[in-house]
């Protein structure tokens, strides 16, 4: 069943995605050479606490740590650690969420650690980045979920990859639904499966966490012994963005996003519907 939300849940939804993205800027300001991703989890704890939010990762099927931190190979679930620590030259994807009165917000990005990274490790988060926000740009009244997840594919199998090759789209994850819950239905996926059909139909109070992982490399993935930290099977660079965004009457609003999503979404043509807290 997809959990459909009113004007209000909405809202309320909007206002813990924006401790997400207070997060997202405290730990990216974090995110430099000689920091460990132990010190990013503190710097998300100290922000939840200034928001009188809490944690939605932390004790989650056991997790335990507030945030997710996936450096390089790790493609996502990287436990924070006194022992990883950042060196100029690696990406990050930060994973990480709030509940505010029982509503969630989810969201990913990578960052850059210092200096000196390639062209194709630019480019691997730009086309990440930039296959989600066509995920947005899908999430249209009328639409269904399979849009969504054709978008996203098919602007990465769009992208040249520096070097040659073909991009992994990472296969054993993906978006989901989100509202009471940090994961709920329905299940999406970063490709389109002919055998799952074309999903439920896109409507007003639709509630997606659209989260593209795309790796330099193989679609494969596998866990560690840790039970959480999932690498690529071949050892390939990963990158990790995601939003939550809510669908309604007036077009999709980022709940995640500072602006709502309203900057990048009119680059794409997309009219952003009004911020319920303005």
Known sequence: MVQIKSPEQIAKMREAGLVVAAIHAATREAAVPGATTKDLDQVARKVLAEHDAKPNFLGYGGFPATICTSVNEVVVHGIPSDEVVLKDGDIISIDCGAIIDGWHGDAAYTAFVGSGHSPELIELSRVTEESMWAGIAAMKLGNRLVDVSRAIETYIRRQPKP?????????????HGIGTEMH????????????????????????????????????????????????????????H???SVALTEEGPLVLTAPDGGRAKLAELGITAAPDPLA
Do not use: Q
């Not at 070097?163 to 994850?173: R, T």
């Not at 509630?207 to 039970?227: F, H, Q, Y």
């Open 163 to 175: 070097g040659g090759g073909k991009y992994g789209i990472v296969e054993d994850y993906g978006g």
């Open 184 to 239: 709920m239905d329905p299940h999406l996926l970063n490709y389109v499966e002919k055998r799952r059909g074309k999903g439920p139909k896109l409507v007003p109070g639709f509630c997606l966490a659209i989260e593209p992982m795309v790796s330099l490399g193989t679609p494969k993935t596998e866990v560690l012994a840790d039970d959480w930290t999932v690498i690529t099977t071949d050892g390939t660079w990963s990158s």
């Open 241 to 243: 963005w995601e939003h």
